[in-house]
């Protein structure tokens, strides 16, 4: 691996943005350039500040904000590395390709299946869809770099899309491009452990641990436009959320 400074480049001293904005910046790229891949170490802190000529307390900032939004992660001992977990953020409204995209992997799927039909009544009640709405359904199997990562059903009411053929590689980009992206969802995670199918489609074995989240996502106006589940192989998700106290919210 090329030295940080050669991949990343002298940082501004002039510029408005502080310095540990600007490494943390510059680490950031090279991760989503994929300059730096999964489980590439980086130099001790006093390295980092040498090269860049800044001081230890601007790089432990820097990593500080990339340690907790997941990109890299500090093991015991043995110094820092970019996560080969992804983390995803529990209170943002965003999809599979953003959330792989942003962490420097490339997203991809299989179909297991796409088809036509009418809610379920389960769909009905949860969807708040009188029986016969018509819906399209996606399910697919979702890797990060070509490791598979999650197993998603998801329903998607049939006014939302064009047609069902307009979801290729994303289903959150053709909602947007049709005016229909949700803006709005509840989100119910529940541990699961994998049966024999779902294990084999995940490259894991059966009874591993897994996440299952399920998601309804709903227009401005209220109505609602997917509800979908997601499986996620335990050992490769973290889910985060920022938390605050009511009073700091005043
Ligand atoms: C995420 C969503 C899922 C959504 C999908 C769209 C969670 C828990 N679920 O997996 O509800 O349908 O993204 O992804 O985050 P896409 O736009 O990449 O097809």
């Known amino acids: ?16 943005q502080p310095l540990y904005l600007q490494l943390q910046r510059g ?12 489980d590439d170490a980086l130099p001790p802190e006093r390295d980092l500040a040498e090269q860049f000529s800044v001081s230890r307390i601007t790089v432990r900032k820097a990593i500080d ?11 015991q001992g043995s110094g820092t590395f970019v996560s080969n977990r992804v983390e995803k953020n529990f209170s943002k ?7 792989m995209i942003a962490r420097g992997r490339a997203p991809t799927s299989t179909w297991l299946s796409k088809s036509k039909g009418t809610v379920t009544p389960e769909e009905s009640l949860t969807m708040g869809l009188s029986p016969g709405t018509p819906v399209y359904r996606f399910n697919r199997l979702r890797f990060a770099d070509g490791a598979p990562m999650a197993l998603e059903y998801c329903t998607v009411q049939a006014f939302c899309l064009p047609s069902i053929d307009t979801v290729a590689s994303s ?7 049709s005016g229909y992206r949700p803006t709005r969802a509840l989100q119910r995670l529940r541990a699961v452990l994998f049966n024999a199918e779902q294990a084999q489609l995940l490259g894991a074995q059966e009874r591993d641990a897994g996440l299952l989240v399920e998601r309804r996502g709903f227009l401005p ?15 490769t998700y973290d889910f985060v959320a920022e938390l605050s106290t009511p009073e700091s919210e005043k």
Do not use: N
Not at 65 to 75: D, I, N, Q, Y
Not at 93 to 99: A, G, H, K, M, P
Not at 221 to 235: K, M, P, T
């Open 1 to 16: 691996m090329a030295p940080l400074l050669a991949l990343i480049g002298q940082l501004d001293e002039e510029a408005s």
């Open 27 to 38: 680490i950031r790229r090279a991760i989503e350039e994929k300059l730096l891949g999964p």
């Open 171 to 177: 289903l959150y980009s053709a909602l947007e491009k």
């Open 221 to 235: 106006d209220g109505r609602a436009v997917e509800f979908s589940h997601s499986l996620y192989r335990g050992d």
């Open 65 to 75: 904000g990339l340690v907790s939004e997941g990109l890299l992660a500090r093991r």
């Open 93 to 99: 409204l965003t999809s599979f390709t953003e959330d």
